[in-house]
């Protein structure tokens, strides 16, 4: 039977001697794993803990997160790609990882602005701005629920489900003359092409460096 995965063992701070590169790498290595995290978020079926007021809402919720952690990705891949250090590692790459490399940060110049408009609103937490754009901009056909409910010890709670409507007005500030469904049918394109382009950027890293440093 072929081997299905192979774990190596080392002490972290051997792995990680103190560099200001290092410090991107290690960065980035939480935000690889903070986006498999928001993306299953988005992307599962059910999750009945996550699911209590509706599937919509955790979906718009991991959608937030994801926006947030891109940012950071950003950030971080530009900063790297700058490093005067990380520079002899990136002649490693093969043709293909190079061209994926450059790709990505490229992907990253050009969208990290709008990405971080839609953040500063509703990417880390829930703004006063982006609260005040949505009640007064909503469309006059959502209607709002509003659910008492039984359940639990305490045989009381209540789900505010006009939430997530408030959220997805929220996203839409920054739209200009686009449709709302356009606008958000192009940040999700964004969203879904950053997630592939960072994914793909750190994996660099992970085959032509990090590798070699668990050895």
């Known amino acids: 039977m072929p081997l299905k995965s192979k774990t190596l ?3 972290t701070r051997r792995v990680f001697t103190f560099s200001e590169m290092h410090a ?3 960065r980035l290595a939480v935000l690889y794993e903070d ?8 992307m599962a079926d059910s999750l009945p803990t996550l699911d209590y007021s509706s599937k919509e809402y955790r979906v718009n919720y991991f959608l937030r ?3 947030a952690t891109l940012i950071e990705v950003a950030e971080s891949l530009r900063k790297l790609n700058e490093d005067a250090e990380f520079q002899q590692i990136r002649t490693t790459f093969d043709i293909e990882q190079l ?5 990505a940060i490229e992907f990253f110049k050009q969208f990290e602005p709008i990405l971080k408009l839609i953040r500063n609103d509703i990417g880390g937490h829930f703004g006063y701005t982006a609260a005040r754009f949505a009640i007064k901009n909503i469309d006059s056909s959502i209607v709002g629920q509003f659910e008492l409910c039984d359940e639990g010890p305490s045989k009381v709670g209540v789900k505010l489900h006009f939430a997530g409507d408030i959220a997805v007005a929220a996203m839409a500030r920054h739209r200009g003359e686009e449709s709302a469904e356009d606008f958000t049918m192009r940040i999700l394109q ?12 750190i994996d660099a890293i992970n085959a032509h460096y990090l590798l070699d440093r668990f050895k």
């Open 35 to 42: 986006l498999r995290i928001e993306t299953a978020g988005i």
């Open 99 to 103: 061209q994926q490399w450059k790709v």
């Open 9 to 11: 063992f080392k002490q």
């Open 190 to 201: 964004i969203v879904g092409d950053g997630n592939a382009h960072a994914i793909s950027a």
């Open 65 to 67: 997160r994801v926006i």
């Open 24 to 26: 991107h790498i290690a």
